[in-house]
Structure formats: structure tokens, C-alpha cells
């Protein structure tokens, strides 16, 4: 890893520790697409509202097969025929703490539920509109994918495993690239 690449990423890990979002691009010769990603603990309502408006509107929790099964939430389908193996479950909310599940403040209060282990299956509806994505244990050793990139990169920052990510969407409902992306992050001063 070149000293850059290096400074990225350590500052991509202190920005996750202090609960602020980030950034990350895949490779250029697989998705060649752009993730926000956040701490469960660190997303707050604008960050959440923020995430919807320049993504797709799909936000996903990233987590570990503990915290799914505990909380009763299968794969979405038994037959994955995802091209890079995205481990899908089933879309929920957080019934305690919700209303309809999709305003910015219900998608923070289901991210943030996924941190506690005592709640229980019957607390989240099956389905709803945070679209959970079980990472493999070994993390990017595993999978080269953005739910294991958001997996390692709460490990590194020693908070809980679990993060929101949305893909980034240009103005014309295309898929960011890189250049316009090192621009938003520059604009905006999230780290990439």
C-alpha cells in the first residue's frame, strides 16, 4: 500500500471512530462504485437523511450472522444469484421505535437496534426498509466487498459491528464513479 492509500485509510478509521461517515470506493474493475459508511453508534438523523439524498435510497445495516440470527432475520433468498455474492436477509424495522420504518429518523432507530443483543426477533418486522447484509467473518480476507469493507472498519475502530451503508447516486440516477466522487468528498469533506 502506497503512503497515500495508507493515510486514507488510517484516516478513514479515526473519521469511523469518532462516529462520523466515510467513504469507500471499490476496485475500478469490479463495481467501480462509491459507498457511505457509518458507525451504527456514530449515525445521527441528518447523516441518515444525508445518506438517502445522494444514494440510491437503499440503505443497508451491515452486521454478523450472530446478531441475524438472534434477531430472527433470514437470508432474503435461499438461492443467491448475486454476481459478487452479496449476502442479502430479509428487509426489516424496528417495531419498537418505529413508525413506518422509512422516515430518516426510522432508519437511524432500526441501525441503532441492530447494536443491542437483547432485543428480540419478534421486535423487527419482516419485512422493511433497512435491507441488512450479513459480512463474512474473515472480512475483506473473505470478500472483496463493501459490507466487509464496512465490517473491518468497524473492528479497527473498536465500535460495535454495525454499520449503515447506501451506494452513491449522481443527480442523473447514475452510479458515482471516482473523479465525482474524489469531488464530493472533497465538497463535502468525508473522508474516501
Same mark, same amino acid.
Given at each position: ?59 443497508? #445495516?451491515? %452486521? @454478523?450472522?450472530?446478531?441475524?440470527? *438472534?434477531? $430472527? ?6 438461492? +443467491? &444469484? ?7 436477509? #430479509?428487509? %426489516? @424495522?424496528?417495531?419498537?421505535?418505529? *413508525?413506518? $420504518? ?6 437511524? +432507530? &432500526? ?82
Amino acid at each position: 500500500m502506497d503512503p497515500q492509500d495508507r493515510a486514507n485509510v488510517e484516516g478513514a478509521i479515526k473519521a469511523f471512530r469518532e462516529g462520523k461517515m466515510v467513504m469507500v470506493m471499490d476496485r475500478l474493475d469490479r463495481e467501480n462504485e462509491c459507498d457511505f459508511m457509518i458507525s451504527a453508534r456514530g449515525c445521527t438523523k441528518q447523516d441518515m437523511a444525508f445518506m438517502i439524498r445522494y444514494s440510491t435510497g437503499i440503505v443497508c #445495516v451491515v %452486521t @454478523d450472522k450472530k446478531r441475524l440470527d *438472534t434477531f $430472527g432475520l433470514h437470508v432474503a433468498t435461499p438461492n +443467491n &444469484t448475486d454476481s459478487n455474492g452479496t449476502n442479502f436477509h #430479509v428487509a %426489516t @424495522d424496528h417495531i419498537p421505535t418505529t *413508525t413506518t $420504518g422509512v422516515s430518516a429518523q426510522d432508519r437511524v +432507530n &432500526t441501525l441503532k437496534a441492530f447494536m443491542d443483543l437483547n432485543n428480540r426477533a419478534e421486535d423487527f418486522s419482516k419485512p422493511g426498509h433497512m435491507f441488512p447484509l450479513c459480512a463474512r467473518p474473515g472480512g475483506l480476507t473473505e470478500r472483496d466487498g463493501h459490507t466487509e469493507s464496512a465490517y473491518d472498519l468497524c473492528r479497527l475502530a473498536g465500535v460495535e459491528t454495525v454499520a449503515g451503508i447506501a451506494e452513491m447516486m449522481d443527480d442523473e440516477g447514475e452510479m458515482m464513479r471516482l473523479e465525482d466522487c474524489k469531488a464530493f468528498a472533497r465538497d463535502h469533506q468525508i473522508p474516501l
